[in-house]
């Protein structure tokens, strides 16, 4: 069985500072590990994926994520936060590379970025 | 090219009532996915199409939840008779299936369904 913790349900940061997202997993076997953002009224939408290449794995609007094996962690990260980056954050694991695999998610992280 | 669309994006029905929420995927894409978010909890799975075949069902609820998928194309999600624990919101995704883009899913914006 696999599953998803994400620590804090409400992450609030000062605009340009740093982003940390934490999201631990557990999987009996090699995962494939996903973060997902959802705007308002938006559907989920892919920032990175680590499918067993790079550990350090970039995303797009300048997140990465790391994972580490032996913390079964996939934190997110972003330098430097901005007023666009608030939205709701979903980590996930599905057990297989290929296609058809259903994903199990984290309870979301909904980040609230100050001016 | 259009994304997953789901339709209505908003449906409040009352206890007893049935519901049909439907989803188009992307065009070309053999996986669909249907997940369903209980305000407070986490999205969970509830099933996924191949084609016109369902290939995981462990996620339905119970058998008021019936999933078509007719001609491989768009699918729909119908719950009757609606309960309040129904409530959510409702979200589709679709898949490629084949490599580059294999294992990633793409999620439409949710319908989100309120028993009253």
Redesign the interface.
């Known amino acids: 069985a696999q599953s998803v913790t994400q620590l804090g349900s409400h992450v609030s940061v000062s605009e340009g500072a740093l982003v940390l997202l934490r999201c631990n997993y557990s999987s009996s076997v090699p995962p494939y590990l996903f973060w997902y953002v959802q705007y308002p009224n938006q559907g989920l939408q892919l920032l990175l994926k680590y499918t067993s290449a790079a550990t350090l794995v970039k995303g797009i609007n300048g997140f990465e994520a790391e994972f580490k094996k032996s913390e079964t962690s996939f934190h997110l990260t972003k330098p430097s936060a901005h007023m666009s980056d608030a939205a709701e954050y979903f980590c996930a694991v599905s057990r297989l590379k290929a296609a058809g695999n259903k994903l199990t998610f984290g309870g979301g992280t909904r980040v609230l970025v100050k001016p | 090219e259009a994304?997953?669309t789901q339709f209505p994006s908003h449906s409040v029905i009352e206890k007893g009532q049935t519901v049909t929420l439907r989803c188009d995927p992307i065009s070309g894409h053999?996986?669909l996915?249907w997940?369903r978010r209980v305000m407070g909890?986490?999205?969970?799975?509830l099933l996924?199409f191949?084609k016109e075949s369902k290939?995981?069902e462990s996620?339905m609820p119970n058998n008021r939840f019936l999933a078509e998928r007719t001609g491989g194309t768009y699918s729909t999600l119908k719950v009757q008779p609606a309960e309040l624990e129904d409530s959510g919101v409702y979200?589709c995704?679709s898949?490629?299936?084949?490599l580059p883009l294999?294992?990633?899913?793409?999620?439409?914006?949710?319908t989100r369904l309120t028993v009253l």
């Open positions: 994304g997953v053999d996986n996915y997940y909890k986490e999205i969970k799975f996924h191949v290939q995981d996620g979200f995704a898949s490629p299936g084949t294999g294992n990633e899913q793409f999620f439409g914006p949710g």
